[in-house]
Structure formats: C-alpha cells, structure tokens
C-alpha cells in the first residue's frame, strides 16, 4: 500500500523559493555553466523531492521514496515508532512525522499523509511494534 507524503505549507514555499532561485536567477544572469546547469539541476532534484517523496509498505518491508533516494526497512526489525514533530532534514515533507527506529538504533522519520492507517498497515505484519504516541 502506498503513502504519500503529508505535505506543510510552509515546505511547499521554501521548495517554491528553491525553484525560484534555481530556475529564475539563471535566466537573469550572462554566465552560463555555473549559473545555469548546476542550478538546473538543483532543481530538478527540488521537484524530485517533492513529487516523489513517499512510503509503500510492502509484505516484508517499508520501502521509502525521498527524491532519487529509495531506502528499504525490513518490517520486522522496526522496533519502535514514535510520533513526533522535527523540522530535521529526513525523508519526510511535513514536521508531523513517525519516528521509526529499527535494526538495533536505527532511526529515520517519515510524514505519511494518514499516519493512523500507515501504522496500522505496519502493525500488521509487525504486531510486537511499540507504539509511543507522545508528541
């Protein structure tokens, strides 16, 4: 099953500030490598991120999509998930995200859209998964 990422509003302007700097400048200037592709690119990679970020939870795993990033947790080594809020650089487009510990102190976050039905898609093939709830 397939979660896309929940997406801030307040993120959705720093990637249009982003895109705007590394599509708009470029067409103002008079250089044409530095100021041009590597921008381009940039930029390129900003809507990746934003368009393609997202989580499907698989039979064995939760396989992460994050730009051109593809991360695979297998489900039965996630120990712990925790709801937070960080605005810390992770796979994630919101500041309300799942904590995911797993694989002996391994953490990342992640933003599903619909937190309530991604955890309980995980519990499903995981049930011994401890759940802390505290914001």
Not at 20 to 46: A, H, K, Q, R
Not at 80 to 86: D, W
Request: aromatic letters at 14%; a neutral charge; hydrophobic letters at 50%.
């Amino acid at each position: 099953m397939y979660f896309p990422s929940k997406k801030d509003g307040w993120m959705g302007f720093l990637h249009l500030i982003i895109l705007f700097l590394c599509f708009g400048l470029p067409v103002l200037s008079d250089e044409w490598v530095w100021i041009f592709v590597i921008p381009l690119v940039l930029g390129v990679v900003n809507l990746l991120i934003w368009f393609r970020t997202g989580y499907r939870v698989e039979a064995e795993e939760v396989v992460i999509y994050y730009g051109l990033i593809t991360l695979r947790v297998p489900i039965q080594e996630i120990e712990r998930v925790a709801f937070i809020k960080s605005p810390f650089v992770g796979p994630a487009l919101s500041v309300d995200r799942i904590g995911i510990t797993y694989s002996a102190s391994k953490f990342l976050t992640v933003s599903p859209r619909n937190q309530e039905e991604f955890l309980q898609v995980l519990r499903e093939s995981n049930p011994n998964l401890v759940v802390d709830r505290r914001d």
